[in-house]
């Protein structure tokens, strides 16, 4: 899941996260790891113009310093950046905050990727906007360099040029899964060509087997062998029947309902959900967060 508190954008924050701080992200990560959930995640902005405040907030915590802080109260439950614009920085900045993240965590880190889309904050830090697919790319290429077991990587590309510098601690796990998010053809091409997993973004049920099809056929064409862990949003969650208006794209229902429903990712070839609850209190989300875990997940 991706941890409220941490980003509230009006499209999905509830009223009660205004108000909350890290004692309430320790305990929804507790909560979700307690529950069996495979991951938490934090998203990633700089600086939000005044222009989208309205609409995205400004609250937007960073995610290497929120999921360094959460790998410290959590033992099991691994840490995914949904997403880092990685393109906004040096990889090689971006290498040693991330690895220093696997390293603390022992081995917990999913790094996610994306583009970005918020022009003013690419051009206030001197980042190229119009070219950020392109930025992202070699940022891929070199972040895969500089990610992996060589204590001095090299990189050699258009943008950036690396060798002969070295980082310590390297990560802890051998290789670090590199997710791509996304669902513009740009996103999805550059996930089936250089990704271990994709992270769509707003992508209905219905557009979802034509997506995952021209992943798999892209990759195919591509000669990329390895598997590739195919993602899903799905739509808000609510585990019972609730008692207050919780909008009606909310799946609701009983446990068997919900995982009814929920089993049609699978069919489609996804597998991993990201699953967000509808809640009026820290209190409710946890207890939304458990009887997932305890009556939904074993129907999966």
Known sequence: MQLPVQSQSTIYAEGWEDGAGPADLVEIARAAERAGFDYVASCDHVAVPRRLAPAMSTVWYDPVATLGFLAGVTERVRL???VAVVGLRHPLITAKQ???VDHLSS????????AGHVREEFEVLG??????????????????A????????????????????????????????LWVGGSSPAAVRRAALKADGWLPQGDPRDRLPAQIAKLKRLRAEAGVEEPITVGAITEPLYVGEPAWDVGRRTLTGSAERLAESLRAYRA?????????????ARSELTDQIAAFGADVAPHL
């Open 268 to 280: 489609m070839g996804v597998d991993q959900i990201q699953v967000r609850f509808r809640s009026r």
């Open 107 to 114: 081995g917990r880190l999913i790094l996610g990727v994306g």
């Open 127 to 144: 980042a190229d906007f119009e070219r950020r697919g392109a930025v992202l790319d070699e940022c891929i290429d070199a972040l895969r």
């Open 98 to 100: 991330y690895a220093t």
């Open 146 to 177: 500089a990610l992996g077991p060589q204590e001095f990587p090299e990189h050699h590309g258009k943008l950036y040029d690396f060798e002969g510098l070295g980082q310590r601690p390297r990560p802890a796990q051998e290789k670090i899964p």
């Open 80 to 82: 995914l950046s949904h």
